[in-house]
C-alpha cells in the first residue's frame, strides 16, 4: 500500500520546535503535571506499575468515558494512543477497495488521506463561509448514494471552529440512514465552546454513528496521548482487533492521568480553564485581524482554539505561510492543508503575550510582501 503524505502533520512535525513563535497548534496552552495533580494523587501515581495495561482501555478509563456519552457503557468504548490511532484503526477496519466514502472539506485530513490510500473512492463536499461553515444540504445529497459505505464530518470543525446547525446535523444523519452509511464524527474539540454550551454529540442519533474524542485539544493535555471511540459494540471489538496491530495499550501513566482528567469534577475545571483562555484570547486576534487594512476576513470561531482568515493577497498560502516561516520564525497552517487555498489557520490557545510577538511579526511579514 502506497499511503498518501499527510503534508499538515509533516509540516508541523518539522518546524513547529524549531521556530520562534508557533501559531500553527490547534489547542490551548497545555495543562503542567502539578496542575492536573494534587500531591496525593501524585503519590499513588509514582507507585503505577509501568508494565502492559488493558489492552482496549481500563475498566476504570472506559467507565468514565462511558458517562460522557448518554446511553453509552463499557463495551462501546476503545481507548487508543490519542485520537488520531482510534480514526487511524476506524478506517482501516471498515474501508476496502473501492468503496464509496463522503468527505467534510475543510477539514483535519487525515481520515481522507486514510480512505484514499486504503484505496477508496473518496467524493468531498464543502462548508461554505456563507452558511456560516455549514454544508450545502443539496450538495451533500447529491453525493451520497446507496453505495456510500461511510460519511465522515469534523463537528466543531477543524479549521474554522464552526458548528453544524442543527438542520444540517438532523440532514446528515437522515442522508446515513437513508444509504444506511457509517457516520463517523470526529469531536475532538467537543468542550472547547467560546459560548459555554457543550456541542451535543452525535453519539446515540442513529445506530451507526461512531464518535472520537481524546484529551489533545479542548482539555489541554496532547502530552497523555489518550483518545477513544465510542461506537456499536461489534464495531468497538472489531477495531480492537485491529488495535493488536498497533499500540497494542496506552501507558499506564496515561491511563491514570486520564482518569484524573475525566473525573467530573476535574473535567468541569479543565474545560472551564480553556474557556477562559479562548474567551481572553480571540478578542485579541480578532482586533488584530480587524486591523490589518482589510487583508483578512474571518468567521469567528464557535469553539477551538482555531480562526479561519480568508486573506486578500496575490500569494498561495502554502508560499505565504512558508515565507512567514523563514523571513520572521511565526508558523501559521495554510488553507492548502485543508484543500482551501487563499486561507490561513491561526491557532490563538497560546499565552496572549506570546501571540501578540507572533502577530506583530507576521504583521511585519506581510507588510515587507506588499513592499
Not at 461512531?210 to 502530552?223: I, Q
Not at 501513566?253 to 479562548?278: F, G, M, W, Y
Not at 482554539?305 to 501559521?332: G, M, P, Q
Not at 491561526?346 to 507576521?362: C, R
Request: glycine residues 6%.
Amino acid at each position: 500500500m502506497r499511503i498518501q503524505d499527510f503534508k499538515m502533520e509533516r509540516f508541523q512535525s518539522q518546524w513547529e520546535n524549531v521556530v520562534d513563535y508557533n501559531l500553527s497548534e490547534s489547542g490551548v496552552d497545555p495543562l503542567s503535571f502539578d496542575e492536573l495533580v494534587t500531591q496525593e494523587e501524585l503519590s499513588e501515581i509514582l507507585k503505577t506499575k509501568l508494565g502492559y495495561i488493558q489492552t482496549n482501555g481500563t475498566p476504570q478509563l472506559k467507565e468514565k468515558i462511558s458517562k460522557i456519552y448518554q446511553g453509552a457503557h463499557e463495551k462501546n468504548v476503545l481507548v487508543t494512543t490519542g485520537s488520531v490511532e482510534a480514526n487511524y484503526l476506524l478506517i482501516w477496519s471498515t474501508i476496502e477497495p473501492g468503496d464509496e466514502a463522503v468527505f467534510m472539506l475543510p477539514n483535519y485530513m487525515q481520515i481522507a488521506g486514510l480512505m484514499r490510500s486504503f484505496g477508496a473512492n473518496v467524493k468531498t463536499f464543502h462548508l461554505k463561509e456563507e452558511l456560516d461553515w455549514n454544508p450545502d444540504l443539496d450538495e451533500l445529497s447529491s453525493l451520497i448514494t446507496k453505495d456510500t459505505k461511510i460519511i465522515s464530518i469534523t463537528n466543531p470543525n477543524n479549521p474554522t471552529g464552526g458548528q453544524l446547525s442543527e438542520d444540517a446535523k438532523q440532514a446528515i444523519i437522515s442522508l446515513a440512514e437513508k444509504a444506511d452509511a457509517w457516520l463517523f464524527v470526529d469531536e475532538i474539540y467537543q468542550g472547547a465552546e467560546l459560548d459555554e454550551k457543550i456541542t451535543p454529540s452525535f453519539w446515540g442519533t442513529y445506530k451507526k454513528a461512531v464518535v472520537t474524542c481524546g484529551l489533545s485539544k479542548a482539555y489541554g493535555l496532547p502530552g497523555l496521548r489518550a483518545g477513544w471511540l465510542v461506537a456499536p459494540e461489534d464495531l468497538a471489538a472489531k477495531v480492537w482487533a485491529y488495535k493488536d496491530y498497533t499500540s497494542i495499550c496506552l501507558s499506564a501513566v496515561s491511563d491514570s492521568l486520564a482518569q484524573i482528567a475525566l473525573r467530573p469534577e476535574n473535567r468541569k475545571k479543565i474545560l472551564q480553564r480553556t474557556r477562559r483562555i479562548l474567551k481572553a484570547n480571540f478578542p485579541v486576534l480578532e482586533s488584530w485581524l480587524n486591523s490589518q487594512d482589510g487583508i483578512f476576513h474571518c468567521l469567528p470561531p464557535k469553539a477551538g482554539a482555531i480562526a479561519f482568515a480568508r486573506y486578500n493577497l496575490d500569494i498561495n498560502s502554502t508560499e505565504l505561510v512558508d515565507r512567514l516561516r523563514e523571513k520572521k520564525s511565526v508558523l501559521l497552517c495554510p488553507g492548502d492543508y485543508f484543500e482551501m487555498d487563499g486561507y490561513v489557520r491561526f491557532g490563538y490557545g497560546e499565552k496572549i503575550e506570546y501571540m501578540i510577538k507572533a502577530l506583530e511579526l507576521v504583521r511585519e511579514g506581510i507588510e515587507e510582501l506588499k513592499a
